[in-house]
């Protein structure tokens, strides 16, 4: 498999050579932005990892050209950038899958064997189901009974969460720590807020609450009455 490495960091494209090298896979690697799509053309490798924020021309530029000219490479972007807006950004702008810096190797390893399997032509929905709540991580979308809602990056950052294991019991530290990458709570009771509000645009205008809560555990998401 031939990968184009985009990324303008030497550290992190130097730790990228040397891993994937060692796995076998053929590489190549540029630090500036603006050589990406000359490199893509001429040397039309399987896939591209691609950082997001490169100098003279953004990732999110490079993937929008890709799709515009219909490239048939896999492209997976990496970022620092780890809120949801900013995943939904990378998605939107055409990347296969979005990897939040710093990342483990072997989650790398898994998510190229993943895209090496995926028609790059060939769009595979990616949704979270949960009863009448359905998810696309694709557009971050969510809809209930067909009605769509409109959440906040945080609000969906937390949905996504219990979403991801319904009827698995979420501490308010693991949401915590999940979402907003703290382990303790600087307002006391940031969760408990949000949680609320999902409420109210989730189970709120409907038949029947999803979202439970177990008294001095925590919440869990789950269509059973």
């Known amino acids: 498999m031939q990968i184009l490495i985009v990324e303008d960091e030497k550290k992190v494209a130097d730790f990228l050579v040397r891993g994937l090298r060692a796995e076998g896979y053929f590489i190549d690697w540029i630090a500036d932005g603006s050589e990406a799509m000359g490199a893509l053309i001429e040397q039309k490798p399987d896939l591209v990892i691609l950082d997001r924020m490169l100098p003279k021309m953004d990732g999110l530029q490079i993937c929008r050209l890709i799709r515009a000219q219909q490239l048939p490479v896999r492209v997976l972007m990496l970022s620092a950038l780890a809120e949801v807006s900013d995943r939904v950004d990378g998605l939107r702008a055409g990347a296969d899958d979005y990897l939040v ?39 971050m979308q969510v809809k209930r009974s067909g009605n769509l809602l409109s959440l906040t990056a945080k609000e969906l950052a937390v949905l996504e969460l219990l979403m991801s294991s319904p009827q698995k019991v979420f501490s308010r530290e693991r ?26 645009k989730v189970d709120a205008p409907f038949n029947q609450n999803y979202i439970k809560t177990l008294r001095g555990i925590g919440y869990c998401l789950s269509a059973e009455i």
Do not use: M, Q
């Not at 979402?179 to 409420?199: A, K």
């Open 101 to 139: 810096k710093p990342f483990a190797f072997e989650e790398l390893l898994a998510r190229i064997e993943a895209l090496s399997k995926r028609n790059p032509f060939t769009h595979i929905e990616r949704k979270l189901i949960v009863g009448e709540l359905e998810l696309d991580l694709d557009t």
């Open 175 to 200: 949401i915590l720590a999940t979402v907003w990458g703290i382990n303790e709570d600087p307002l006391t009771n940031v969760v408990d807020v949000y949680i609320r509000r999902l409420r109210k």
